[in-house]
């Protein structure tokens, strides 16, 4: 019988490529280009900009191949990297503007639940349609999984700010849900 391994190891592919071999390099972009792709298609609107963000994000890693200690996913490594380079895209084209907020109500936040039979173009269409700050902090949070103290980290704003506009950015894709329900569920 055998054992399929959950945990992928890739140490001895990444010792390759981190020595330069060319071989080793292509396979580990041959594996990780269509998820990186798909991370930075999250951040970026444009496709193309997304596979050039994409492609710096692997030079950067195959340039600090080394750094990476083992510990850990690698493919997380690789996502950071490669939400870093979206960031980085949105900082200089001047796109990433948040509404600062210096205090928040504590709000809970309720989620009504929707029944709806949105396909996933057009849900990723309602979160490109988000302004680029509301939609960067919403896929950092519900996305990736970041915690609003990373989040306010990593783009230079408060951990409130990131709440508030995560907060707005949900207000804006439920109303755009309904928005959808209300249009199929009219022309039934």
Same mark, same amino acid.
């Given at each position: ?5 959950? =945990? &992928?190891?890739?140490s001895? $592919? ?5 020595? @330069?071999?060319?071989r080793?390099? =292509? /396979?580990l ?8 792709? @798909?991370?930075?298609?999250?951040? %970026?609107? !444009?496709?193309?900009?997304a ?8 030079l950067?890693?195959?340039? !600090? %191949?080394?750094?990476? &200690?083992n510990?850990?996913?690698?493919e @997380?490594?690789?996502?950071r990297?490669m939400? !870093? ?11 990433? =503007?948040?509404?600062s907020?210096?205090?928040? *109500?504590?709000?809970? *936040? =309720?989620?009504a639940?929707?029944?709806?039979? %949105?396909?996933v !173009? ?7 349609? %988000?302004p680029?700050?509301y &939609? ?8 990736? @999984?970041?915690?609003h ?5 990593? $783009? ?14 949900r207000?804006?894709?439920?109303n755009?849900?309904k928005? /959808?329900?209300?249009i199929?569920?009219?022309s039934?």
């Amino acid at each position: 019988m055998k054992i399929i391994s959950l =945990h &992928k190891n890739y140490s001895k $592919l990444i010792e390759k490529a981190s020595k @330069g071999d060319r071989r080793a390099q =292509h /396979q580990l972009f041959e594996m990780f280009s269509p998820k990186m792709l @798909g991370v930075c298609r999250q951040y %970026l609107k !444009n496709n193309d900009l997304a596979e050039e963000v994409m492609l710096s994000g692997f030079l950067k890693m195959f340039k !600090n %191949l080394n750094n990476f &200690k083992n510990e850990g996913s690698f493919e @997380g490594w690789i996502r950071r990297i490669m939400v !870093n380079e979206s960031i980085s895209q949105l900082r200089k084209d001047k796109k990433l =503007h948040f509404i600062s907020e210096t205090e928040i *109500e504590n709000t809970q *936040e =309720h989620s009504a639940y929707i029944e709806t039979e %949105l396909e996933v !173009n057009e849900i990723q269409k309602m979160i490109d349609s %988000l302004p680029d700050g509301y &939609k960067t902090i919403f896929v950092l949070y519900a996305i990736e @999984g970041y915690k609003h103290s990373e989040i306010g980290e990593m $783009l230079q704003i408060s951990e409130n700010t990131s709440k508030s506009q995560l907060f707005k950015a949900r207000k804006m894709l439920q109303n755009r849900v309904k928005q /959808q329900n209300n249009i199929s569920y009219g022309s039934l």
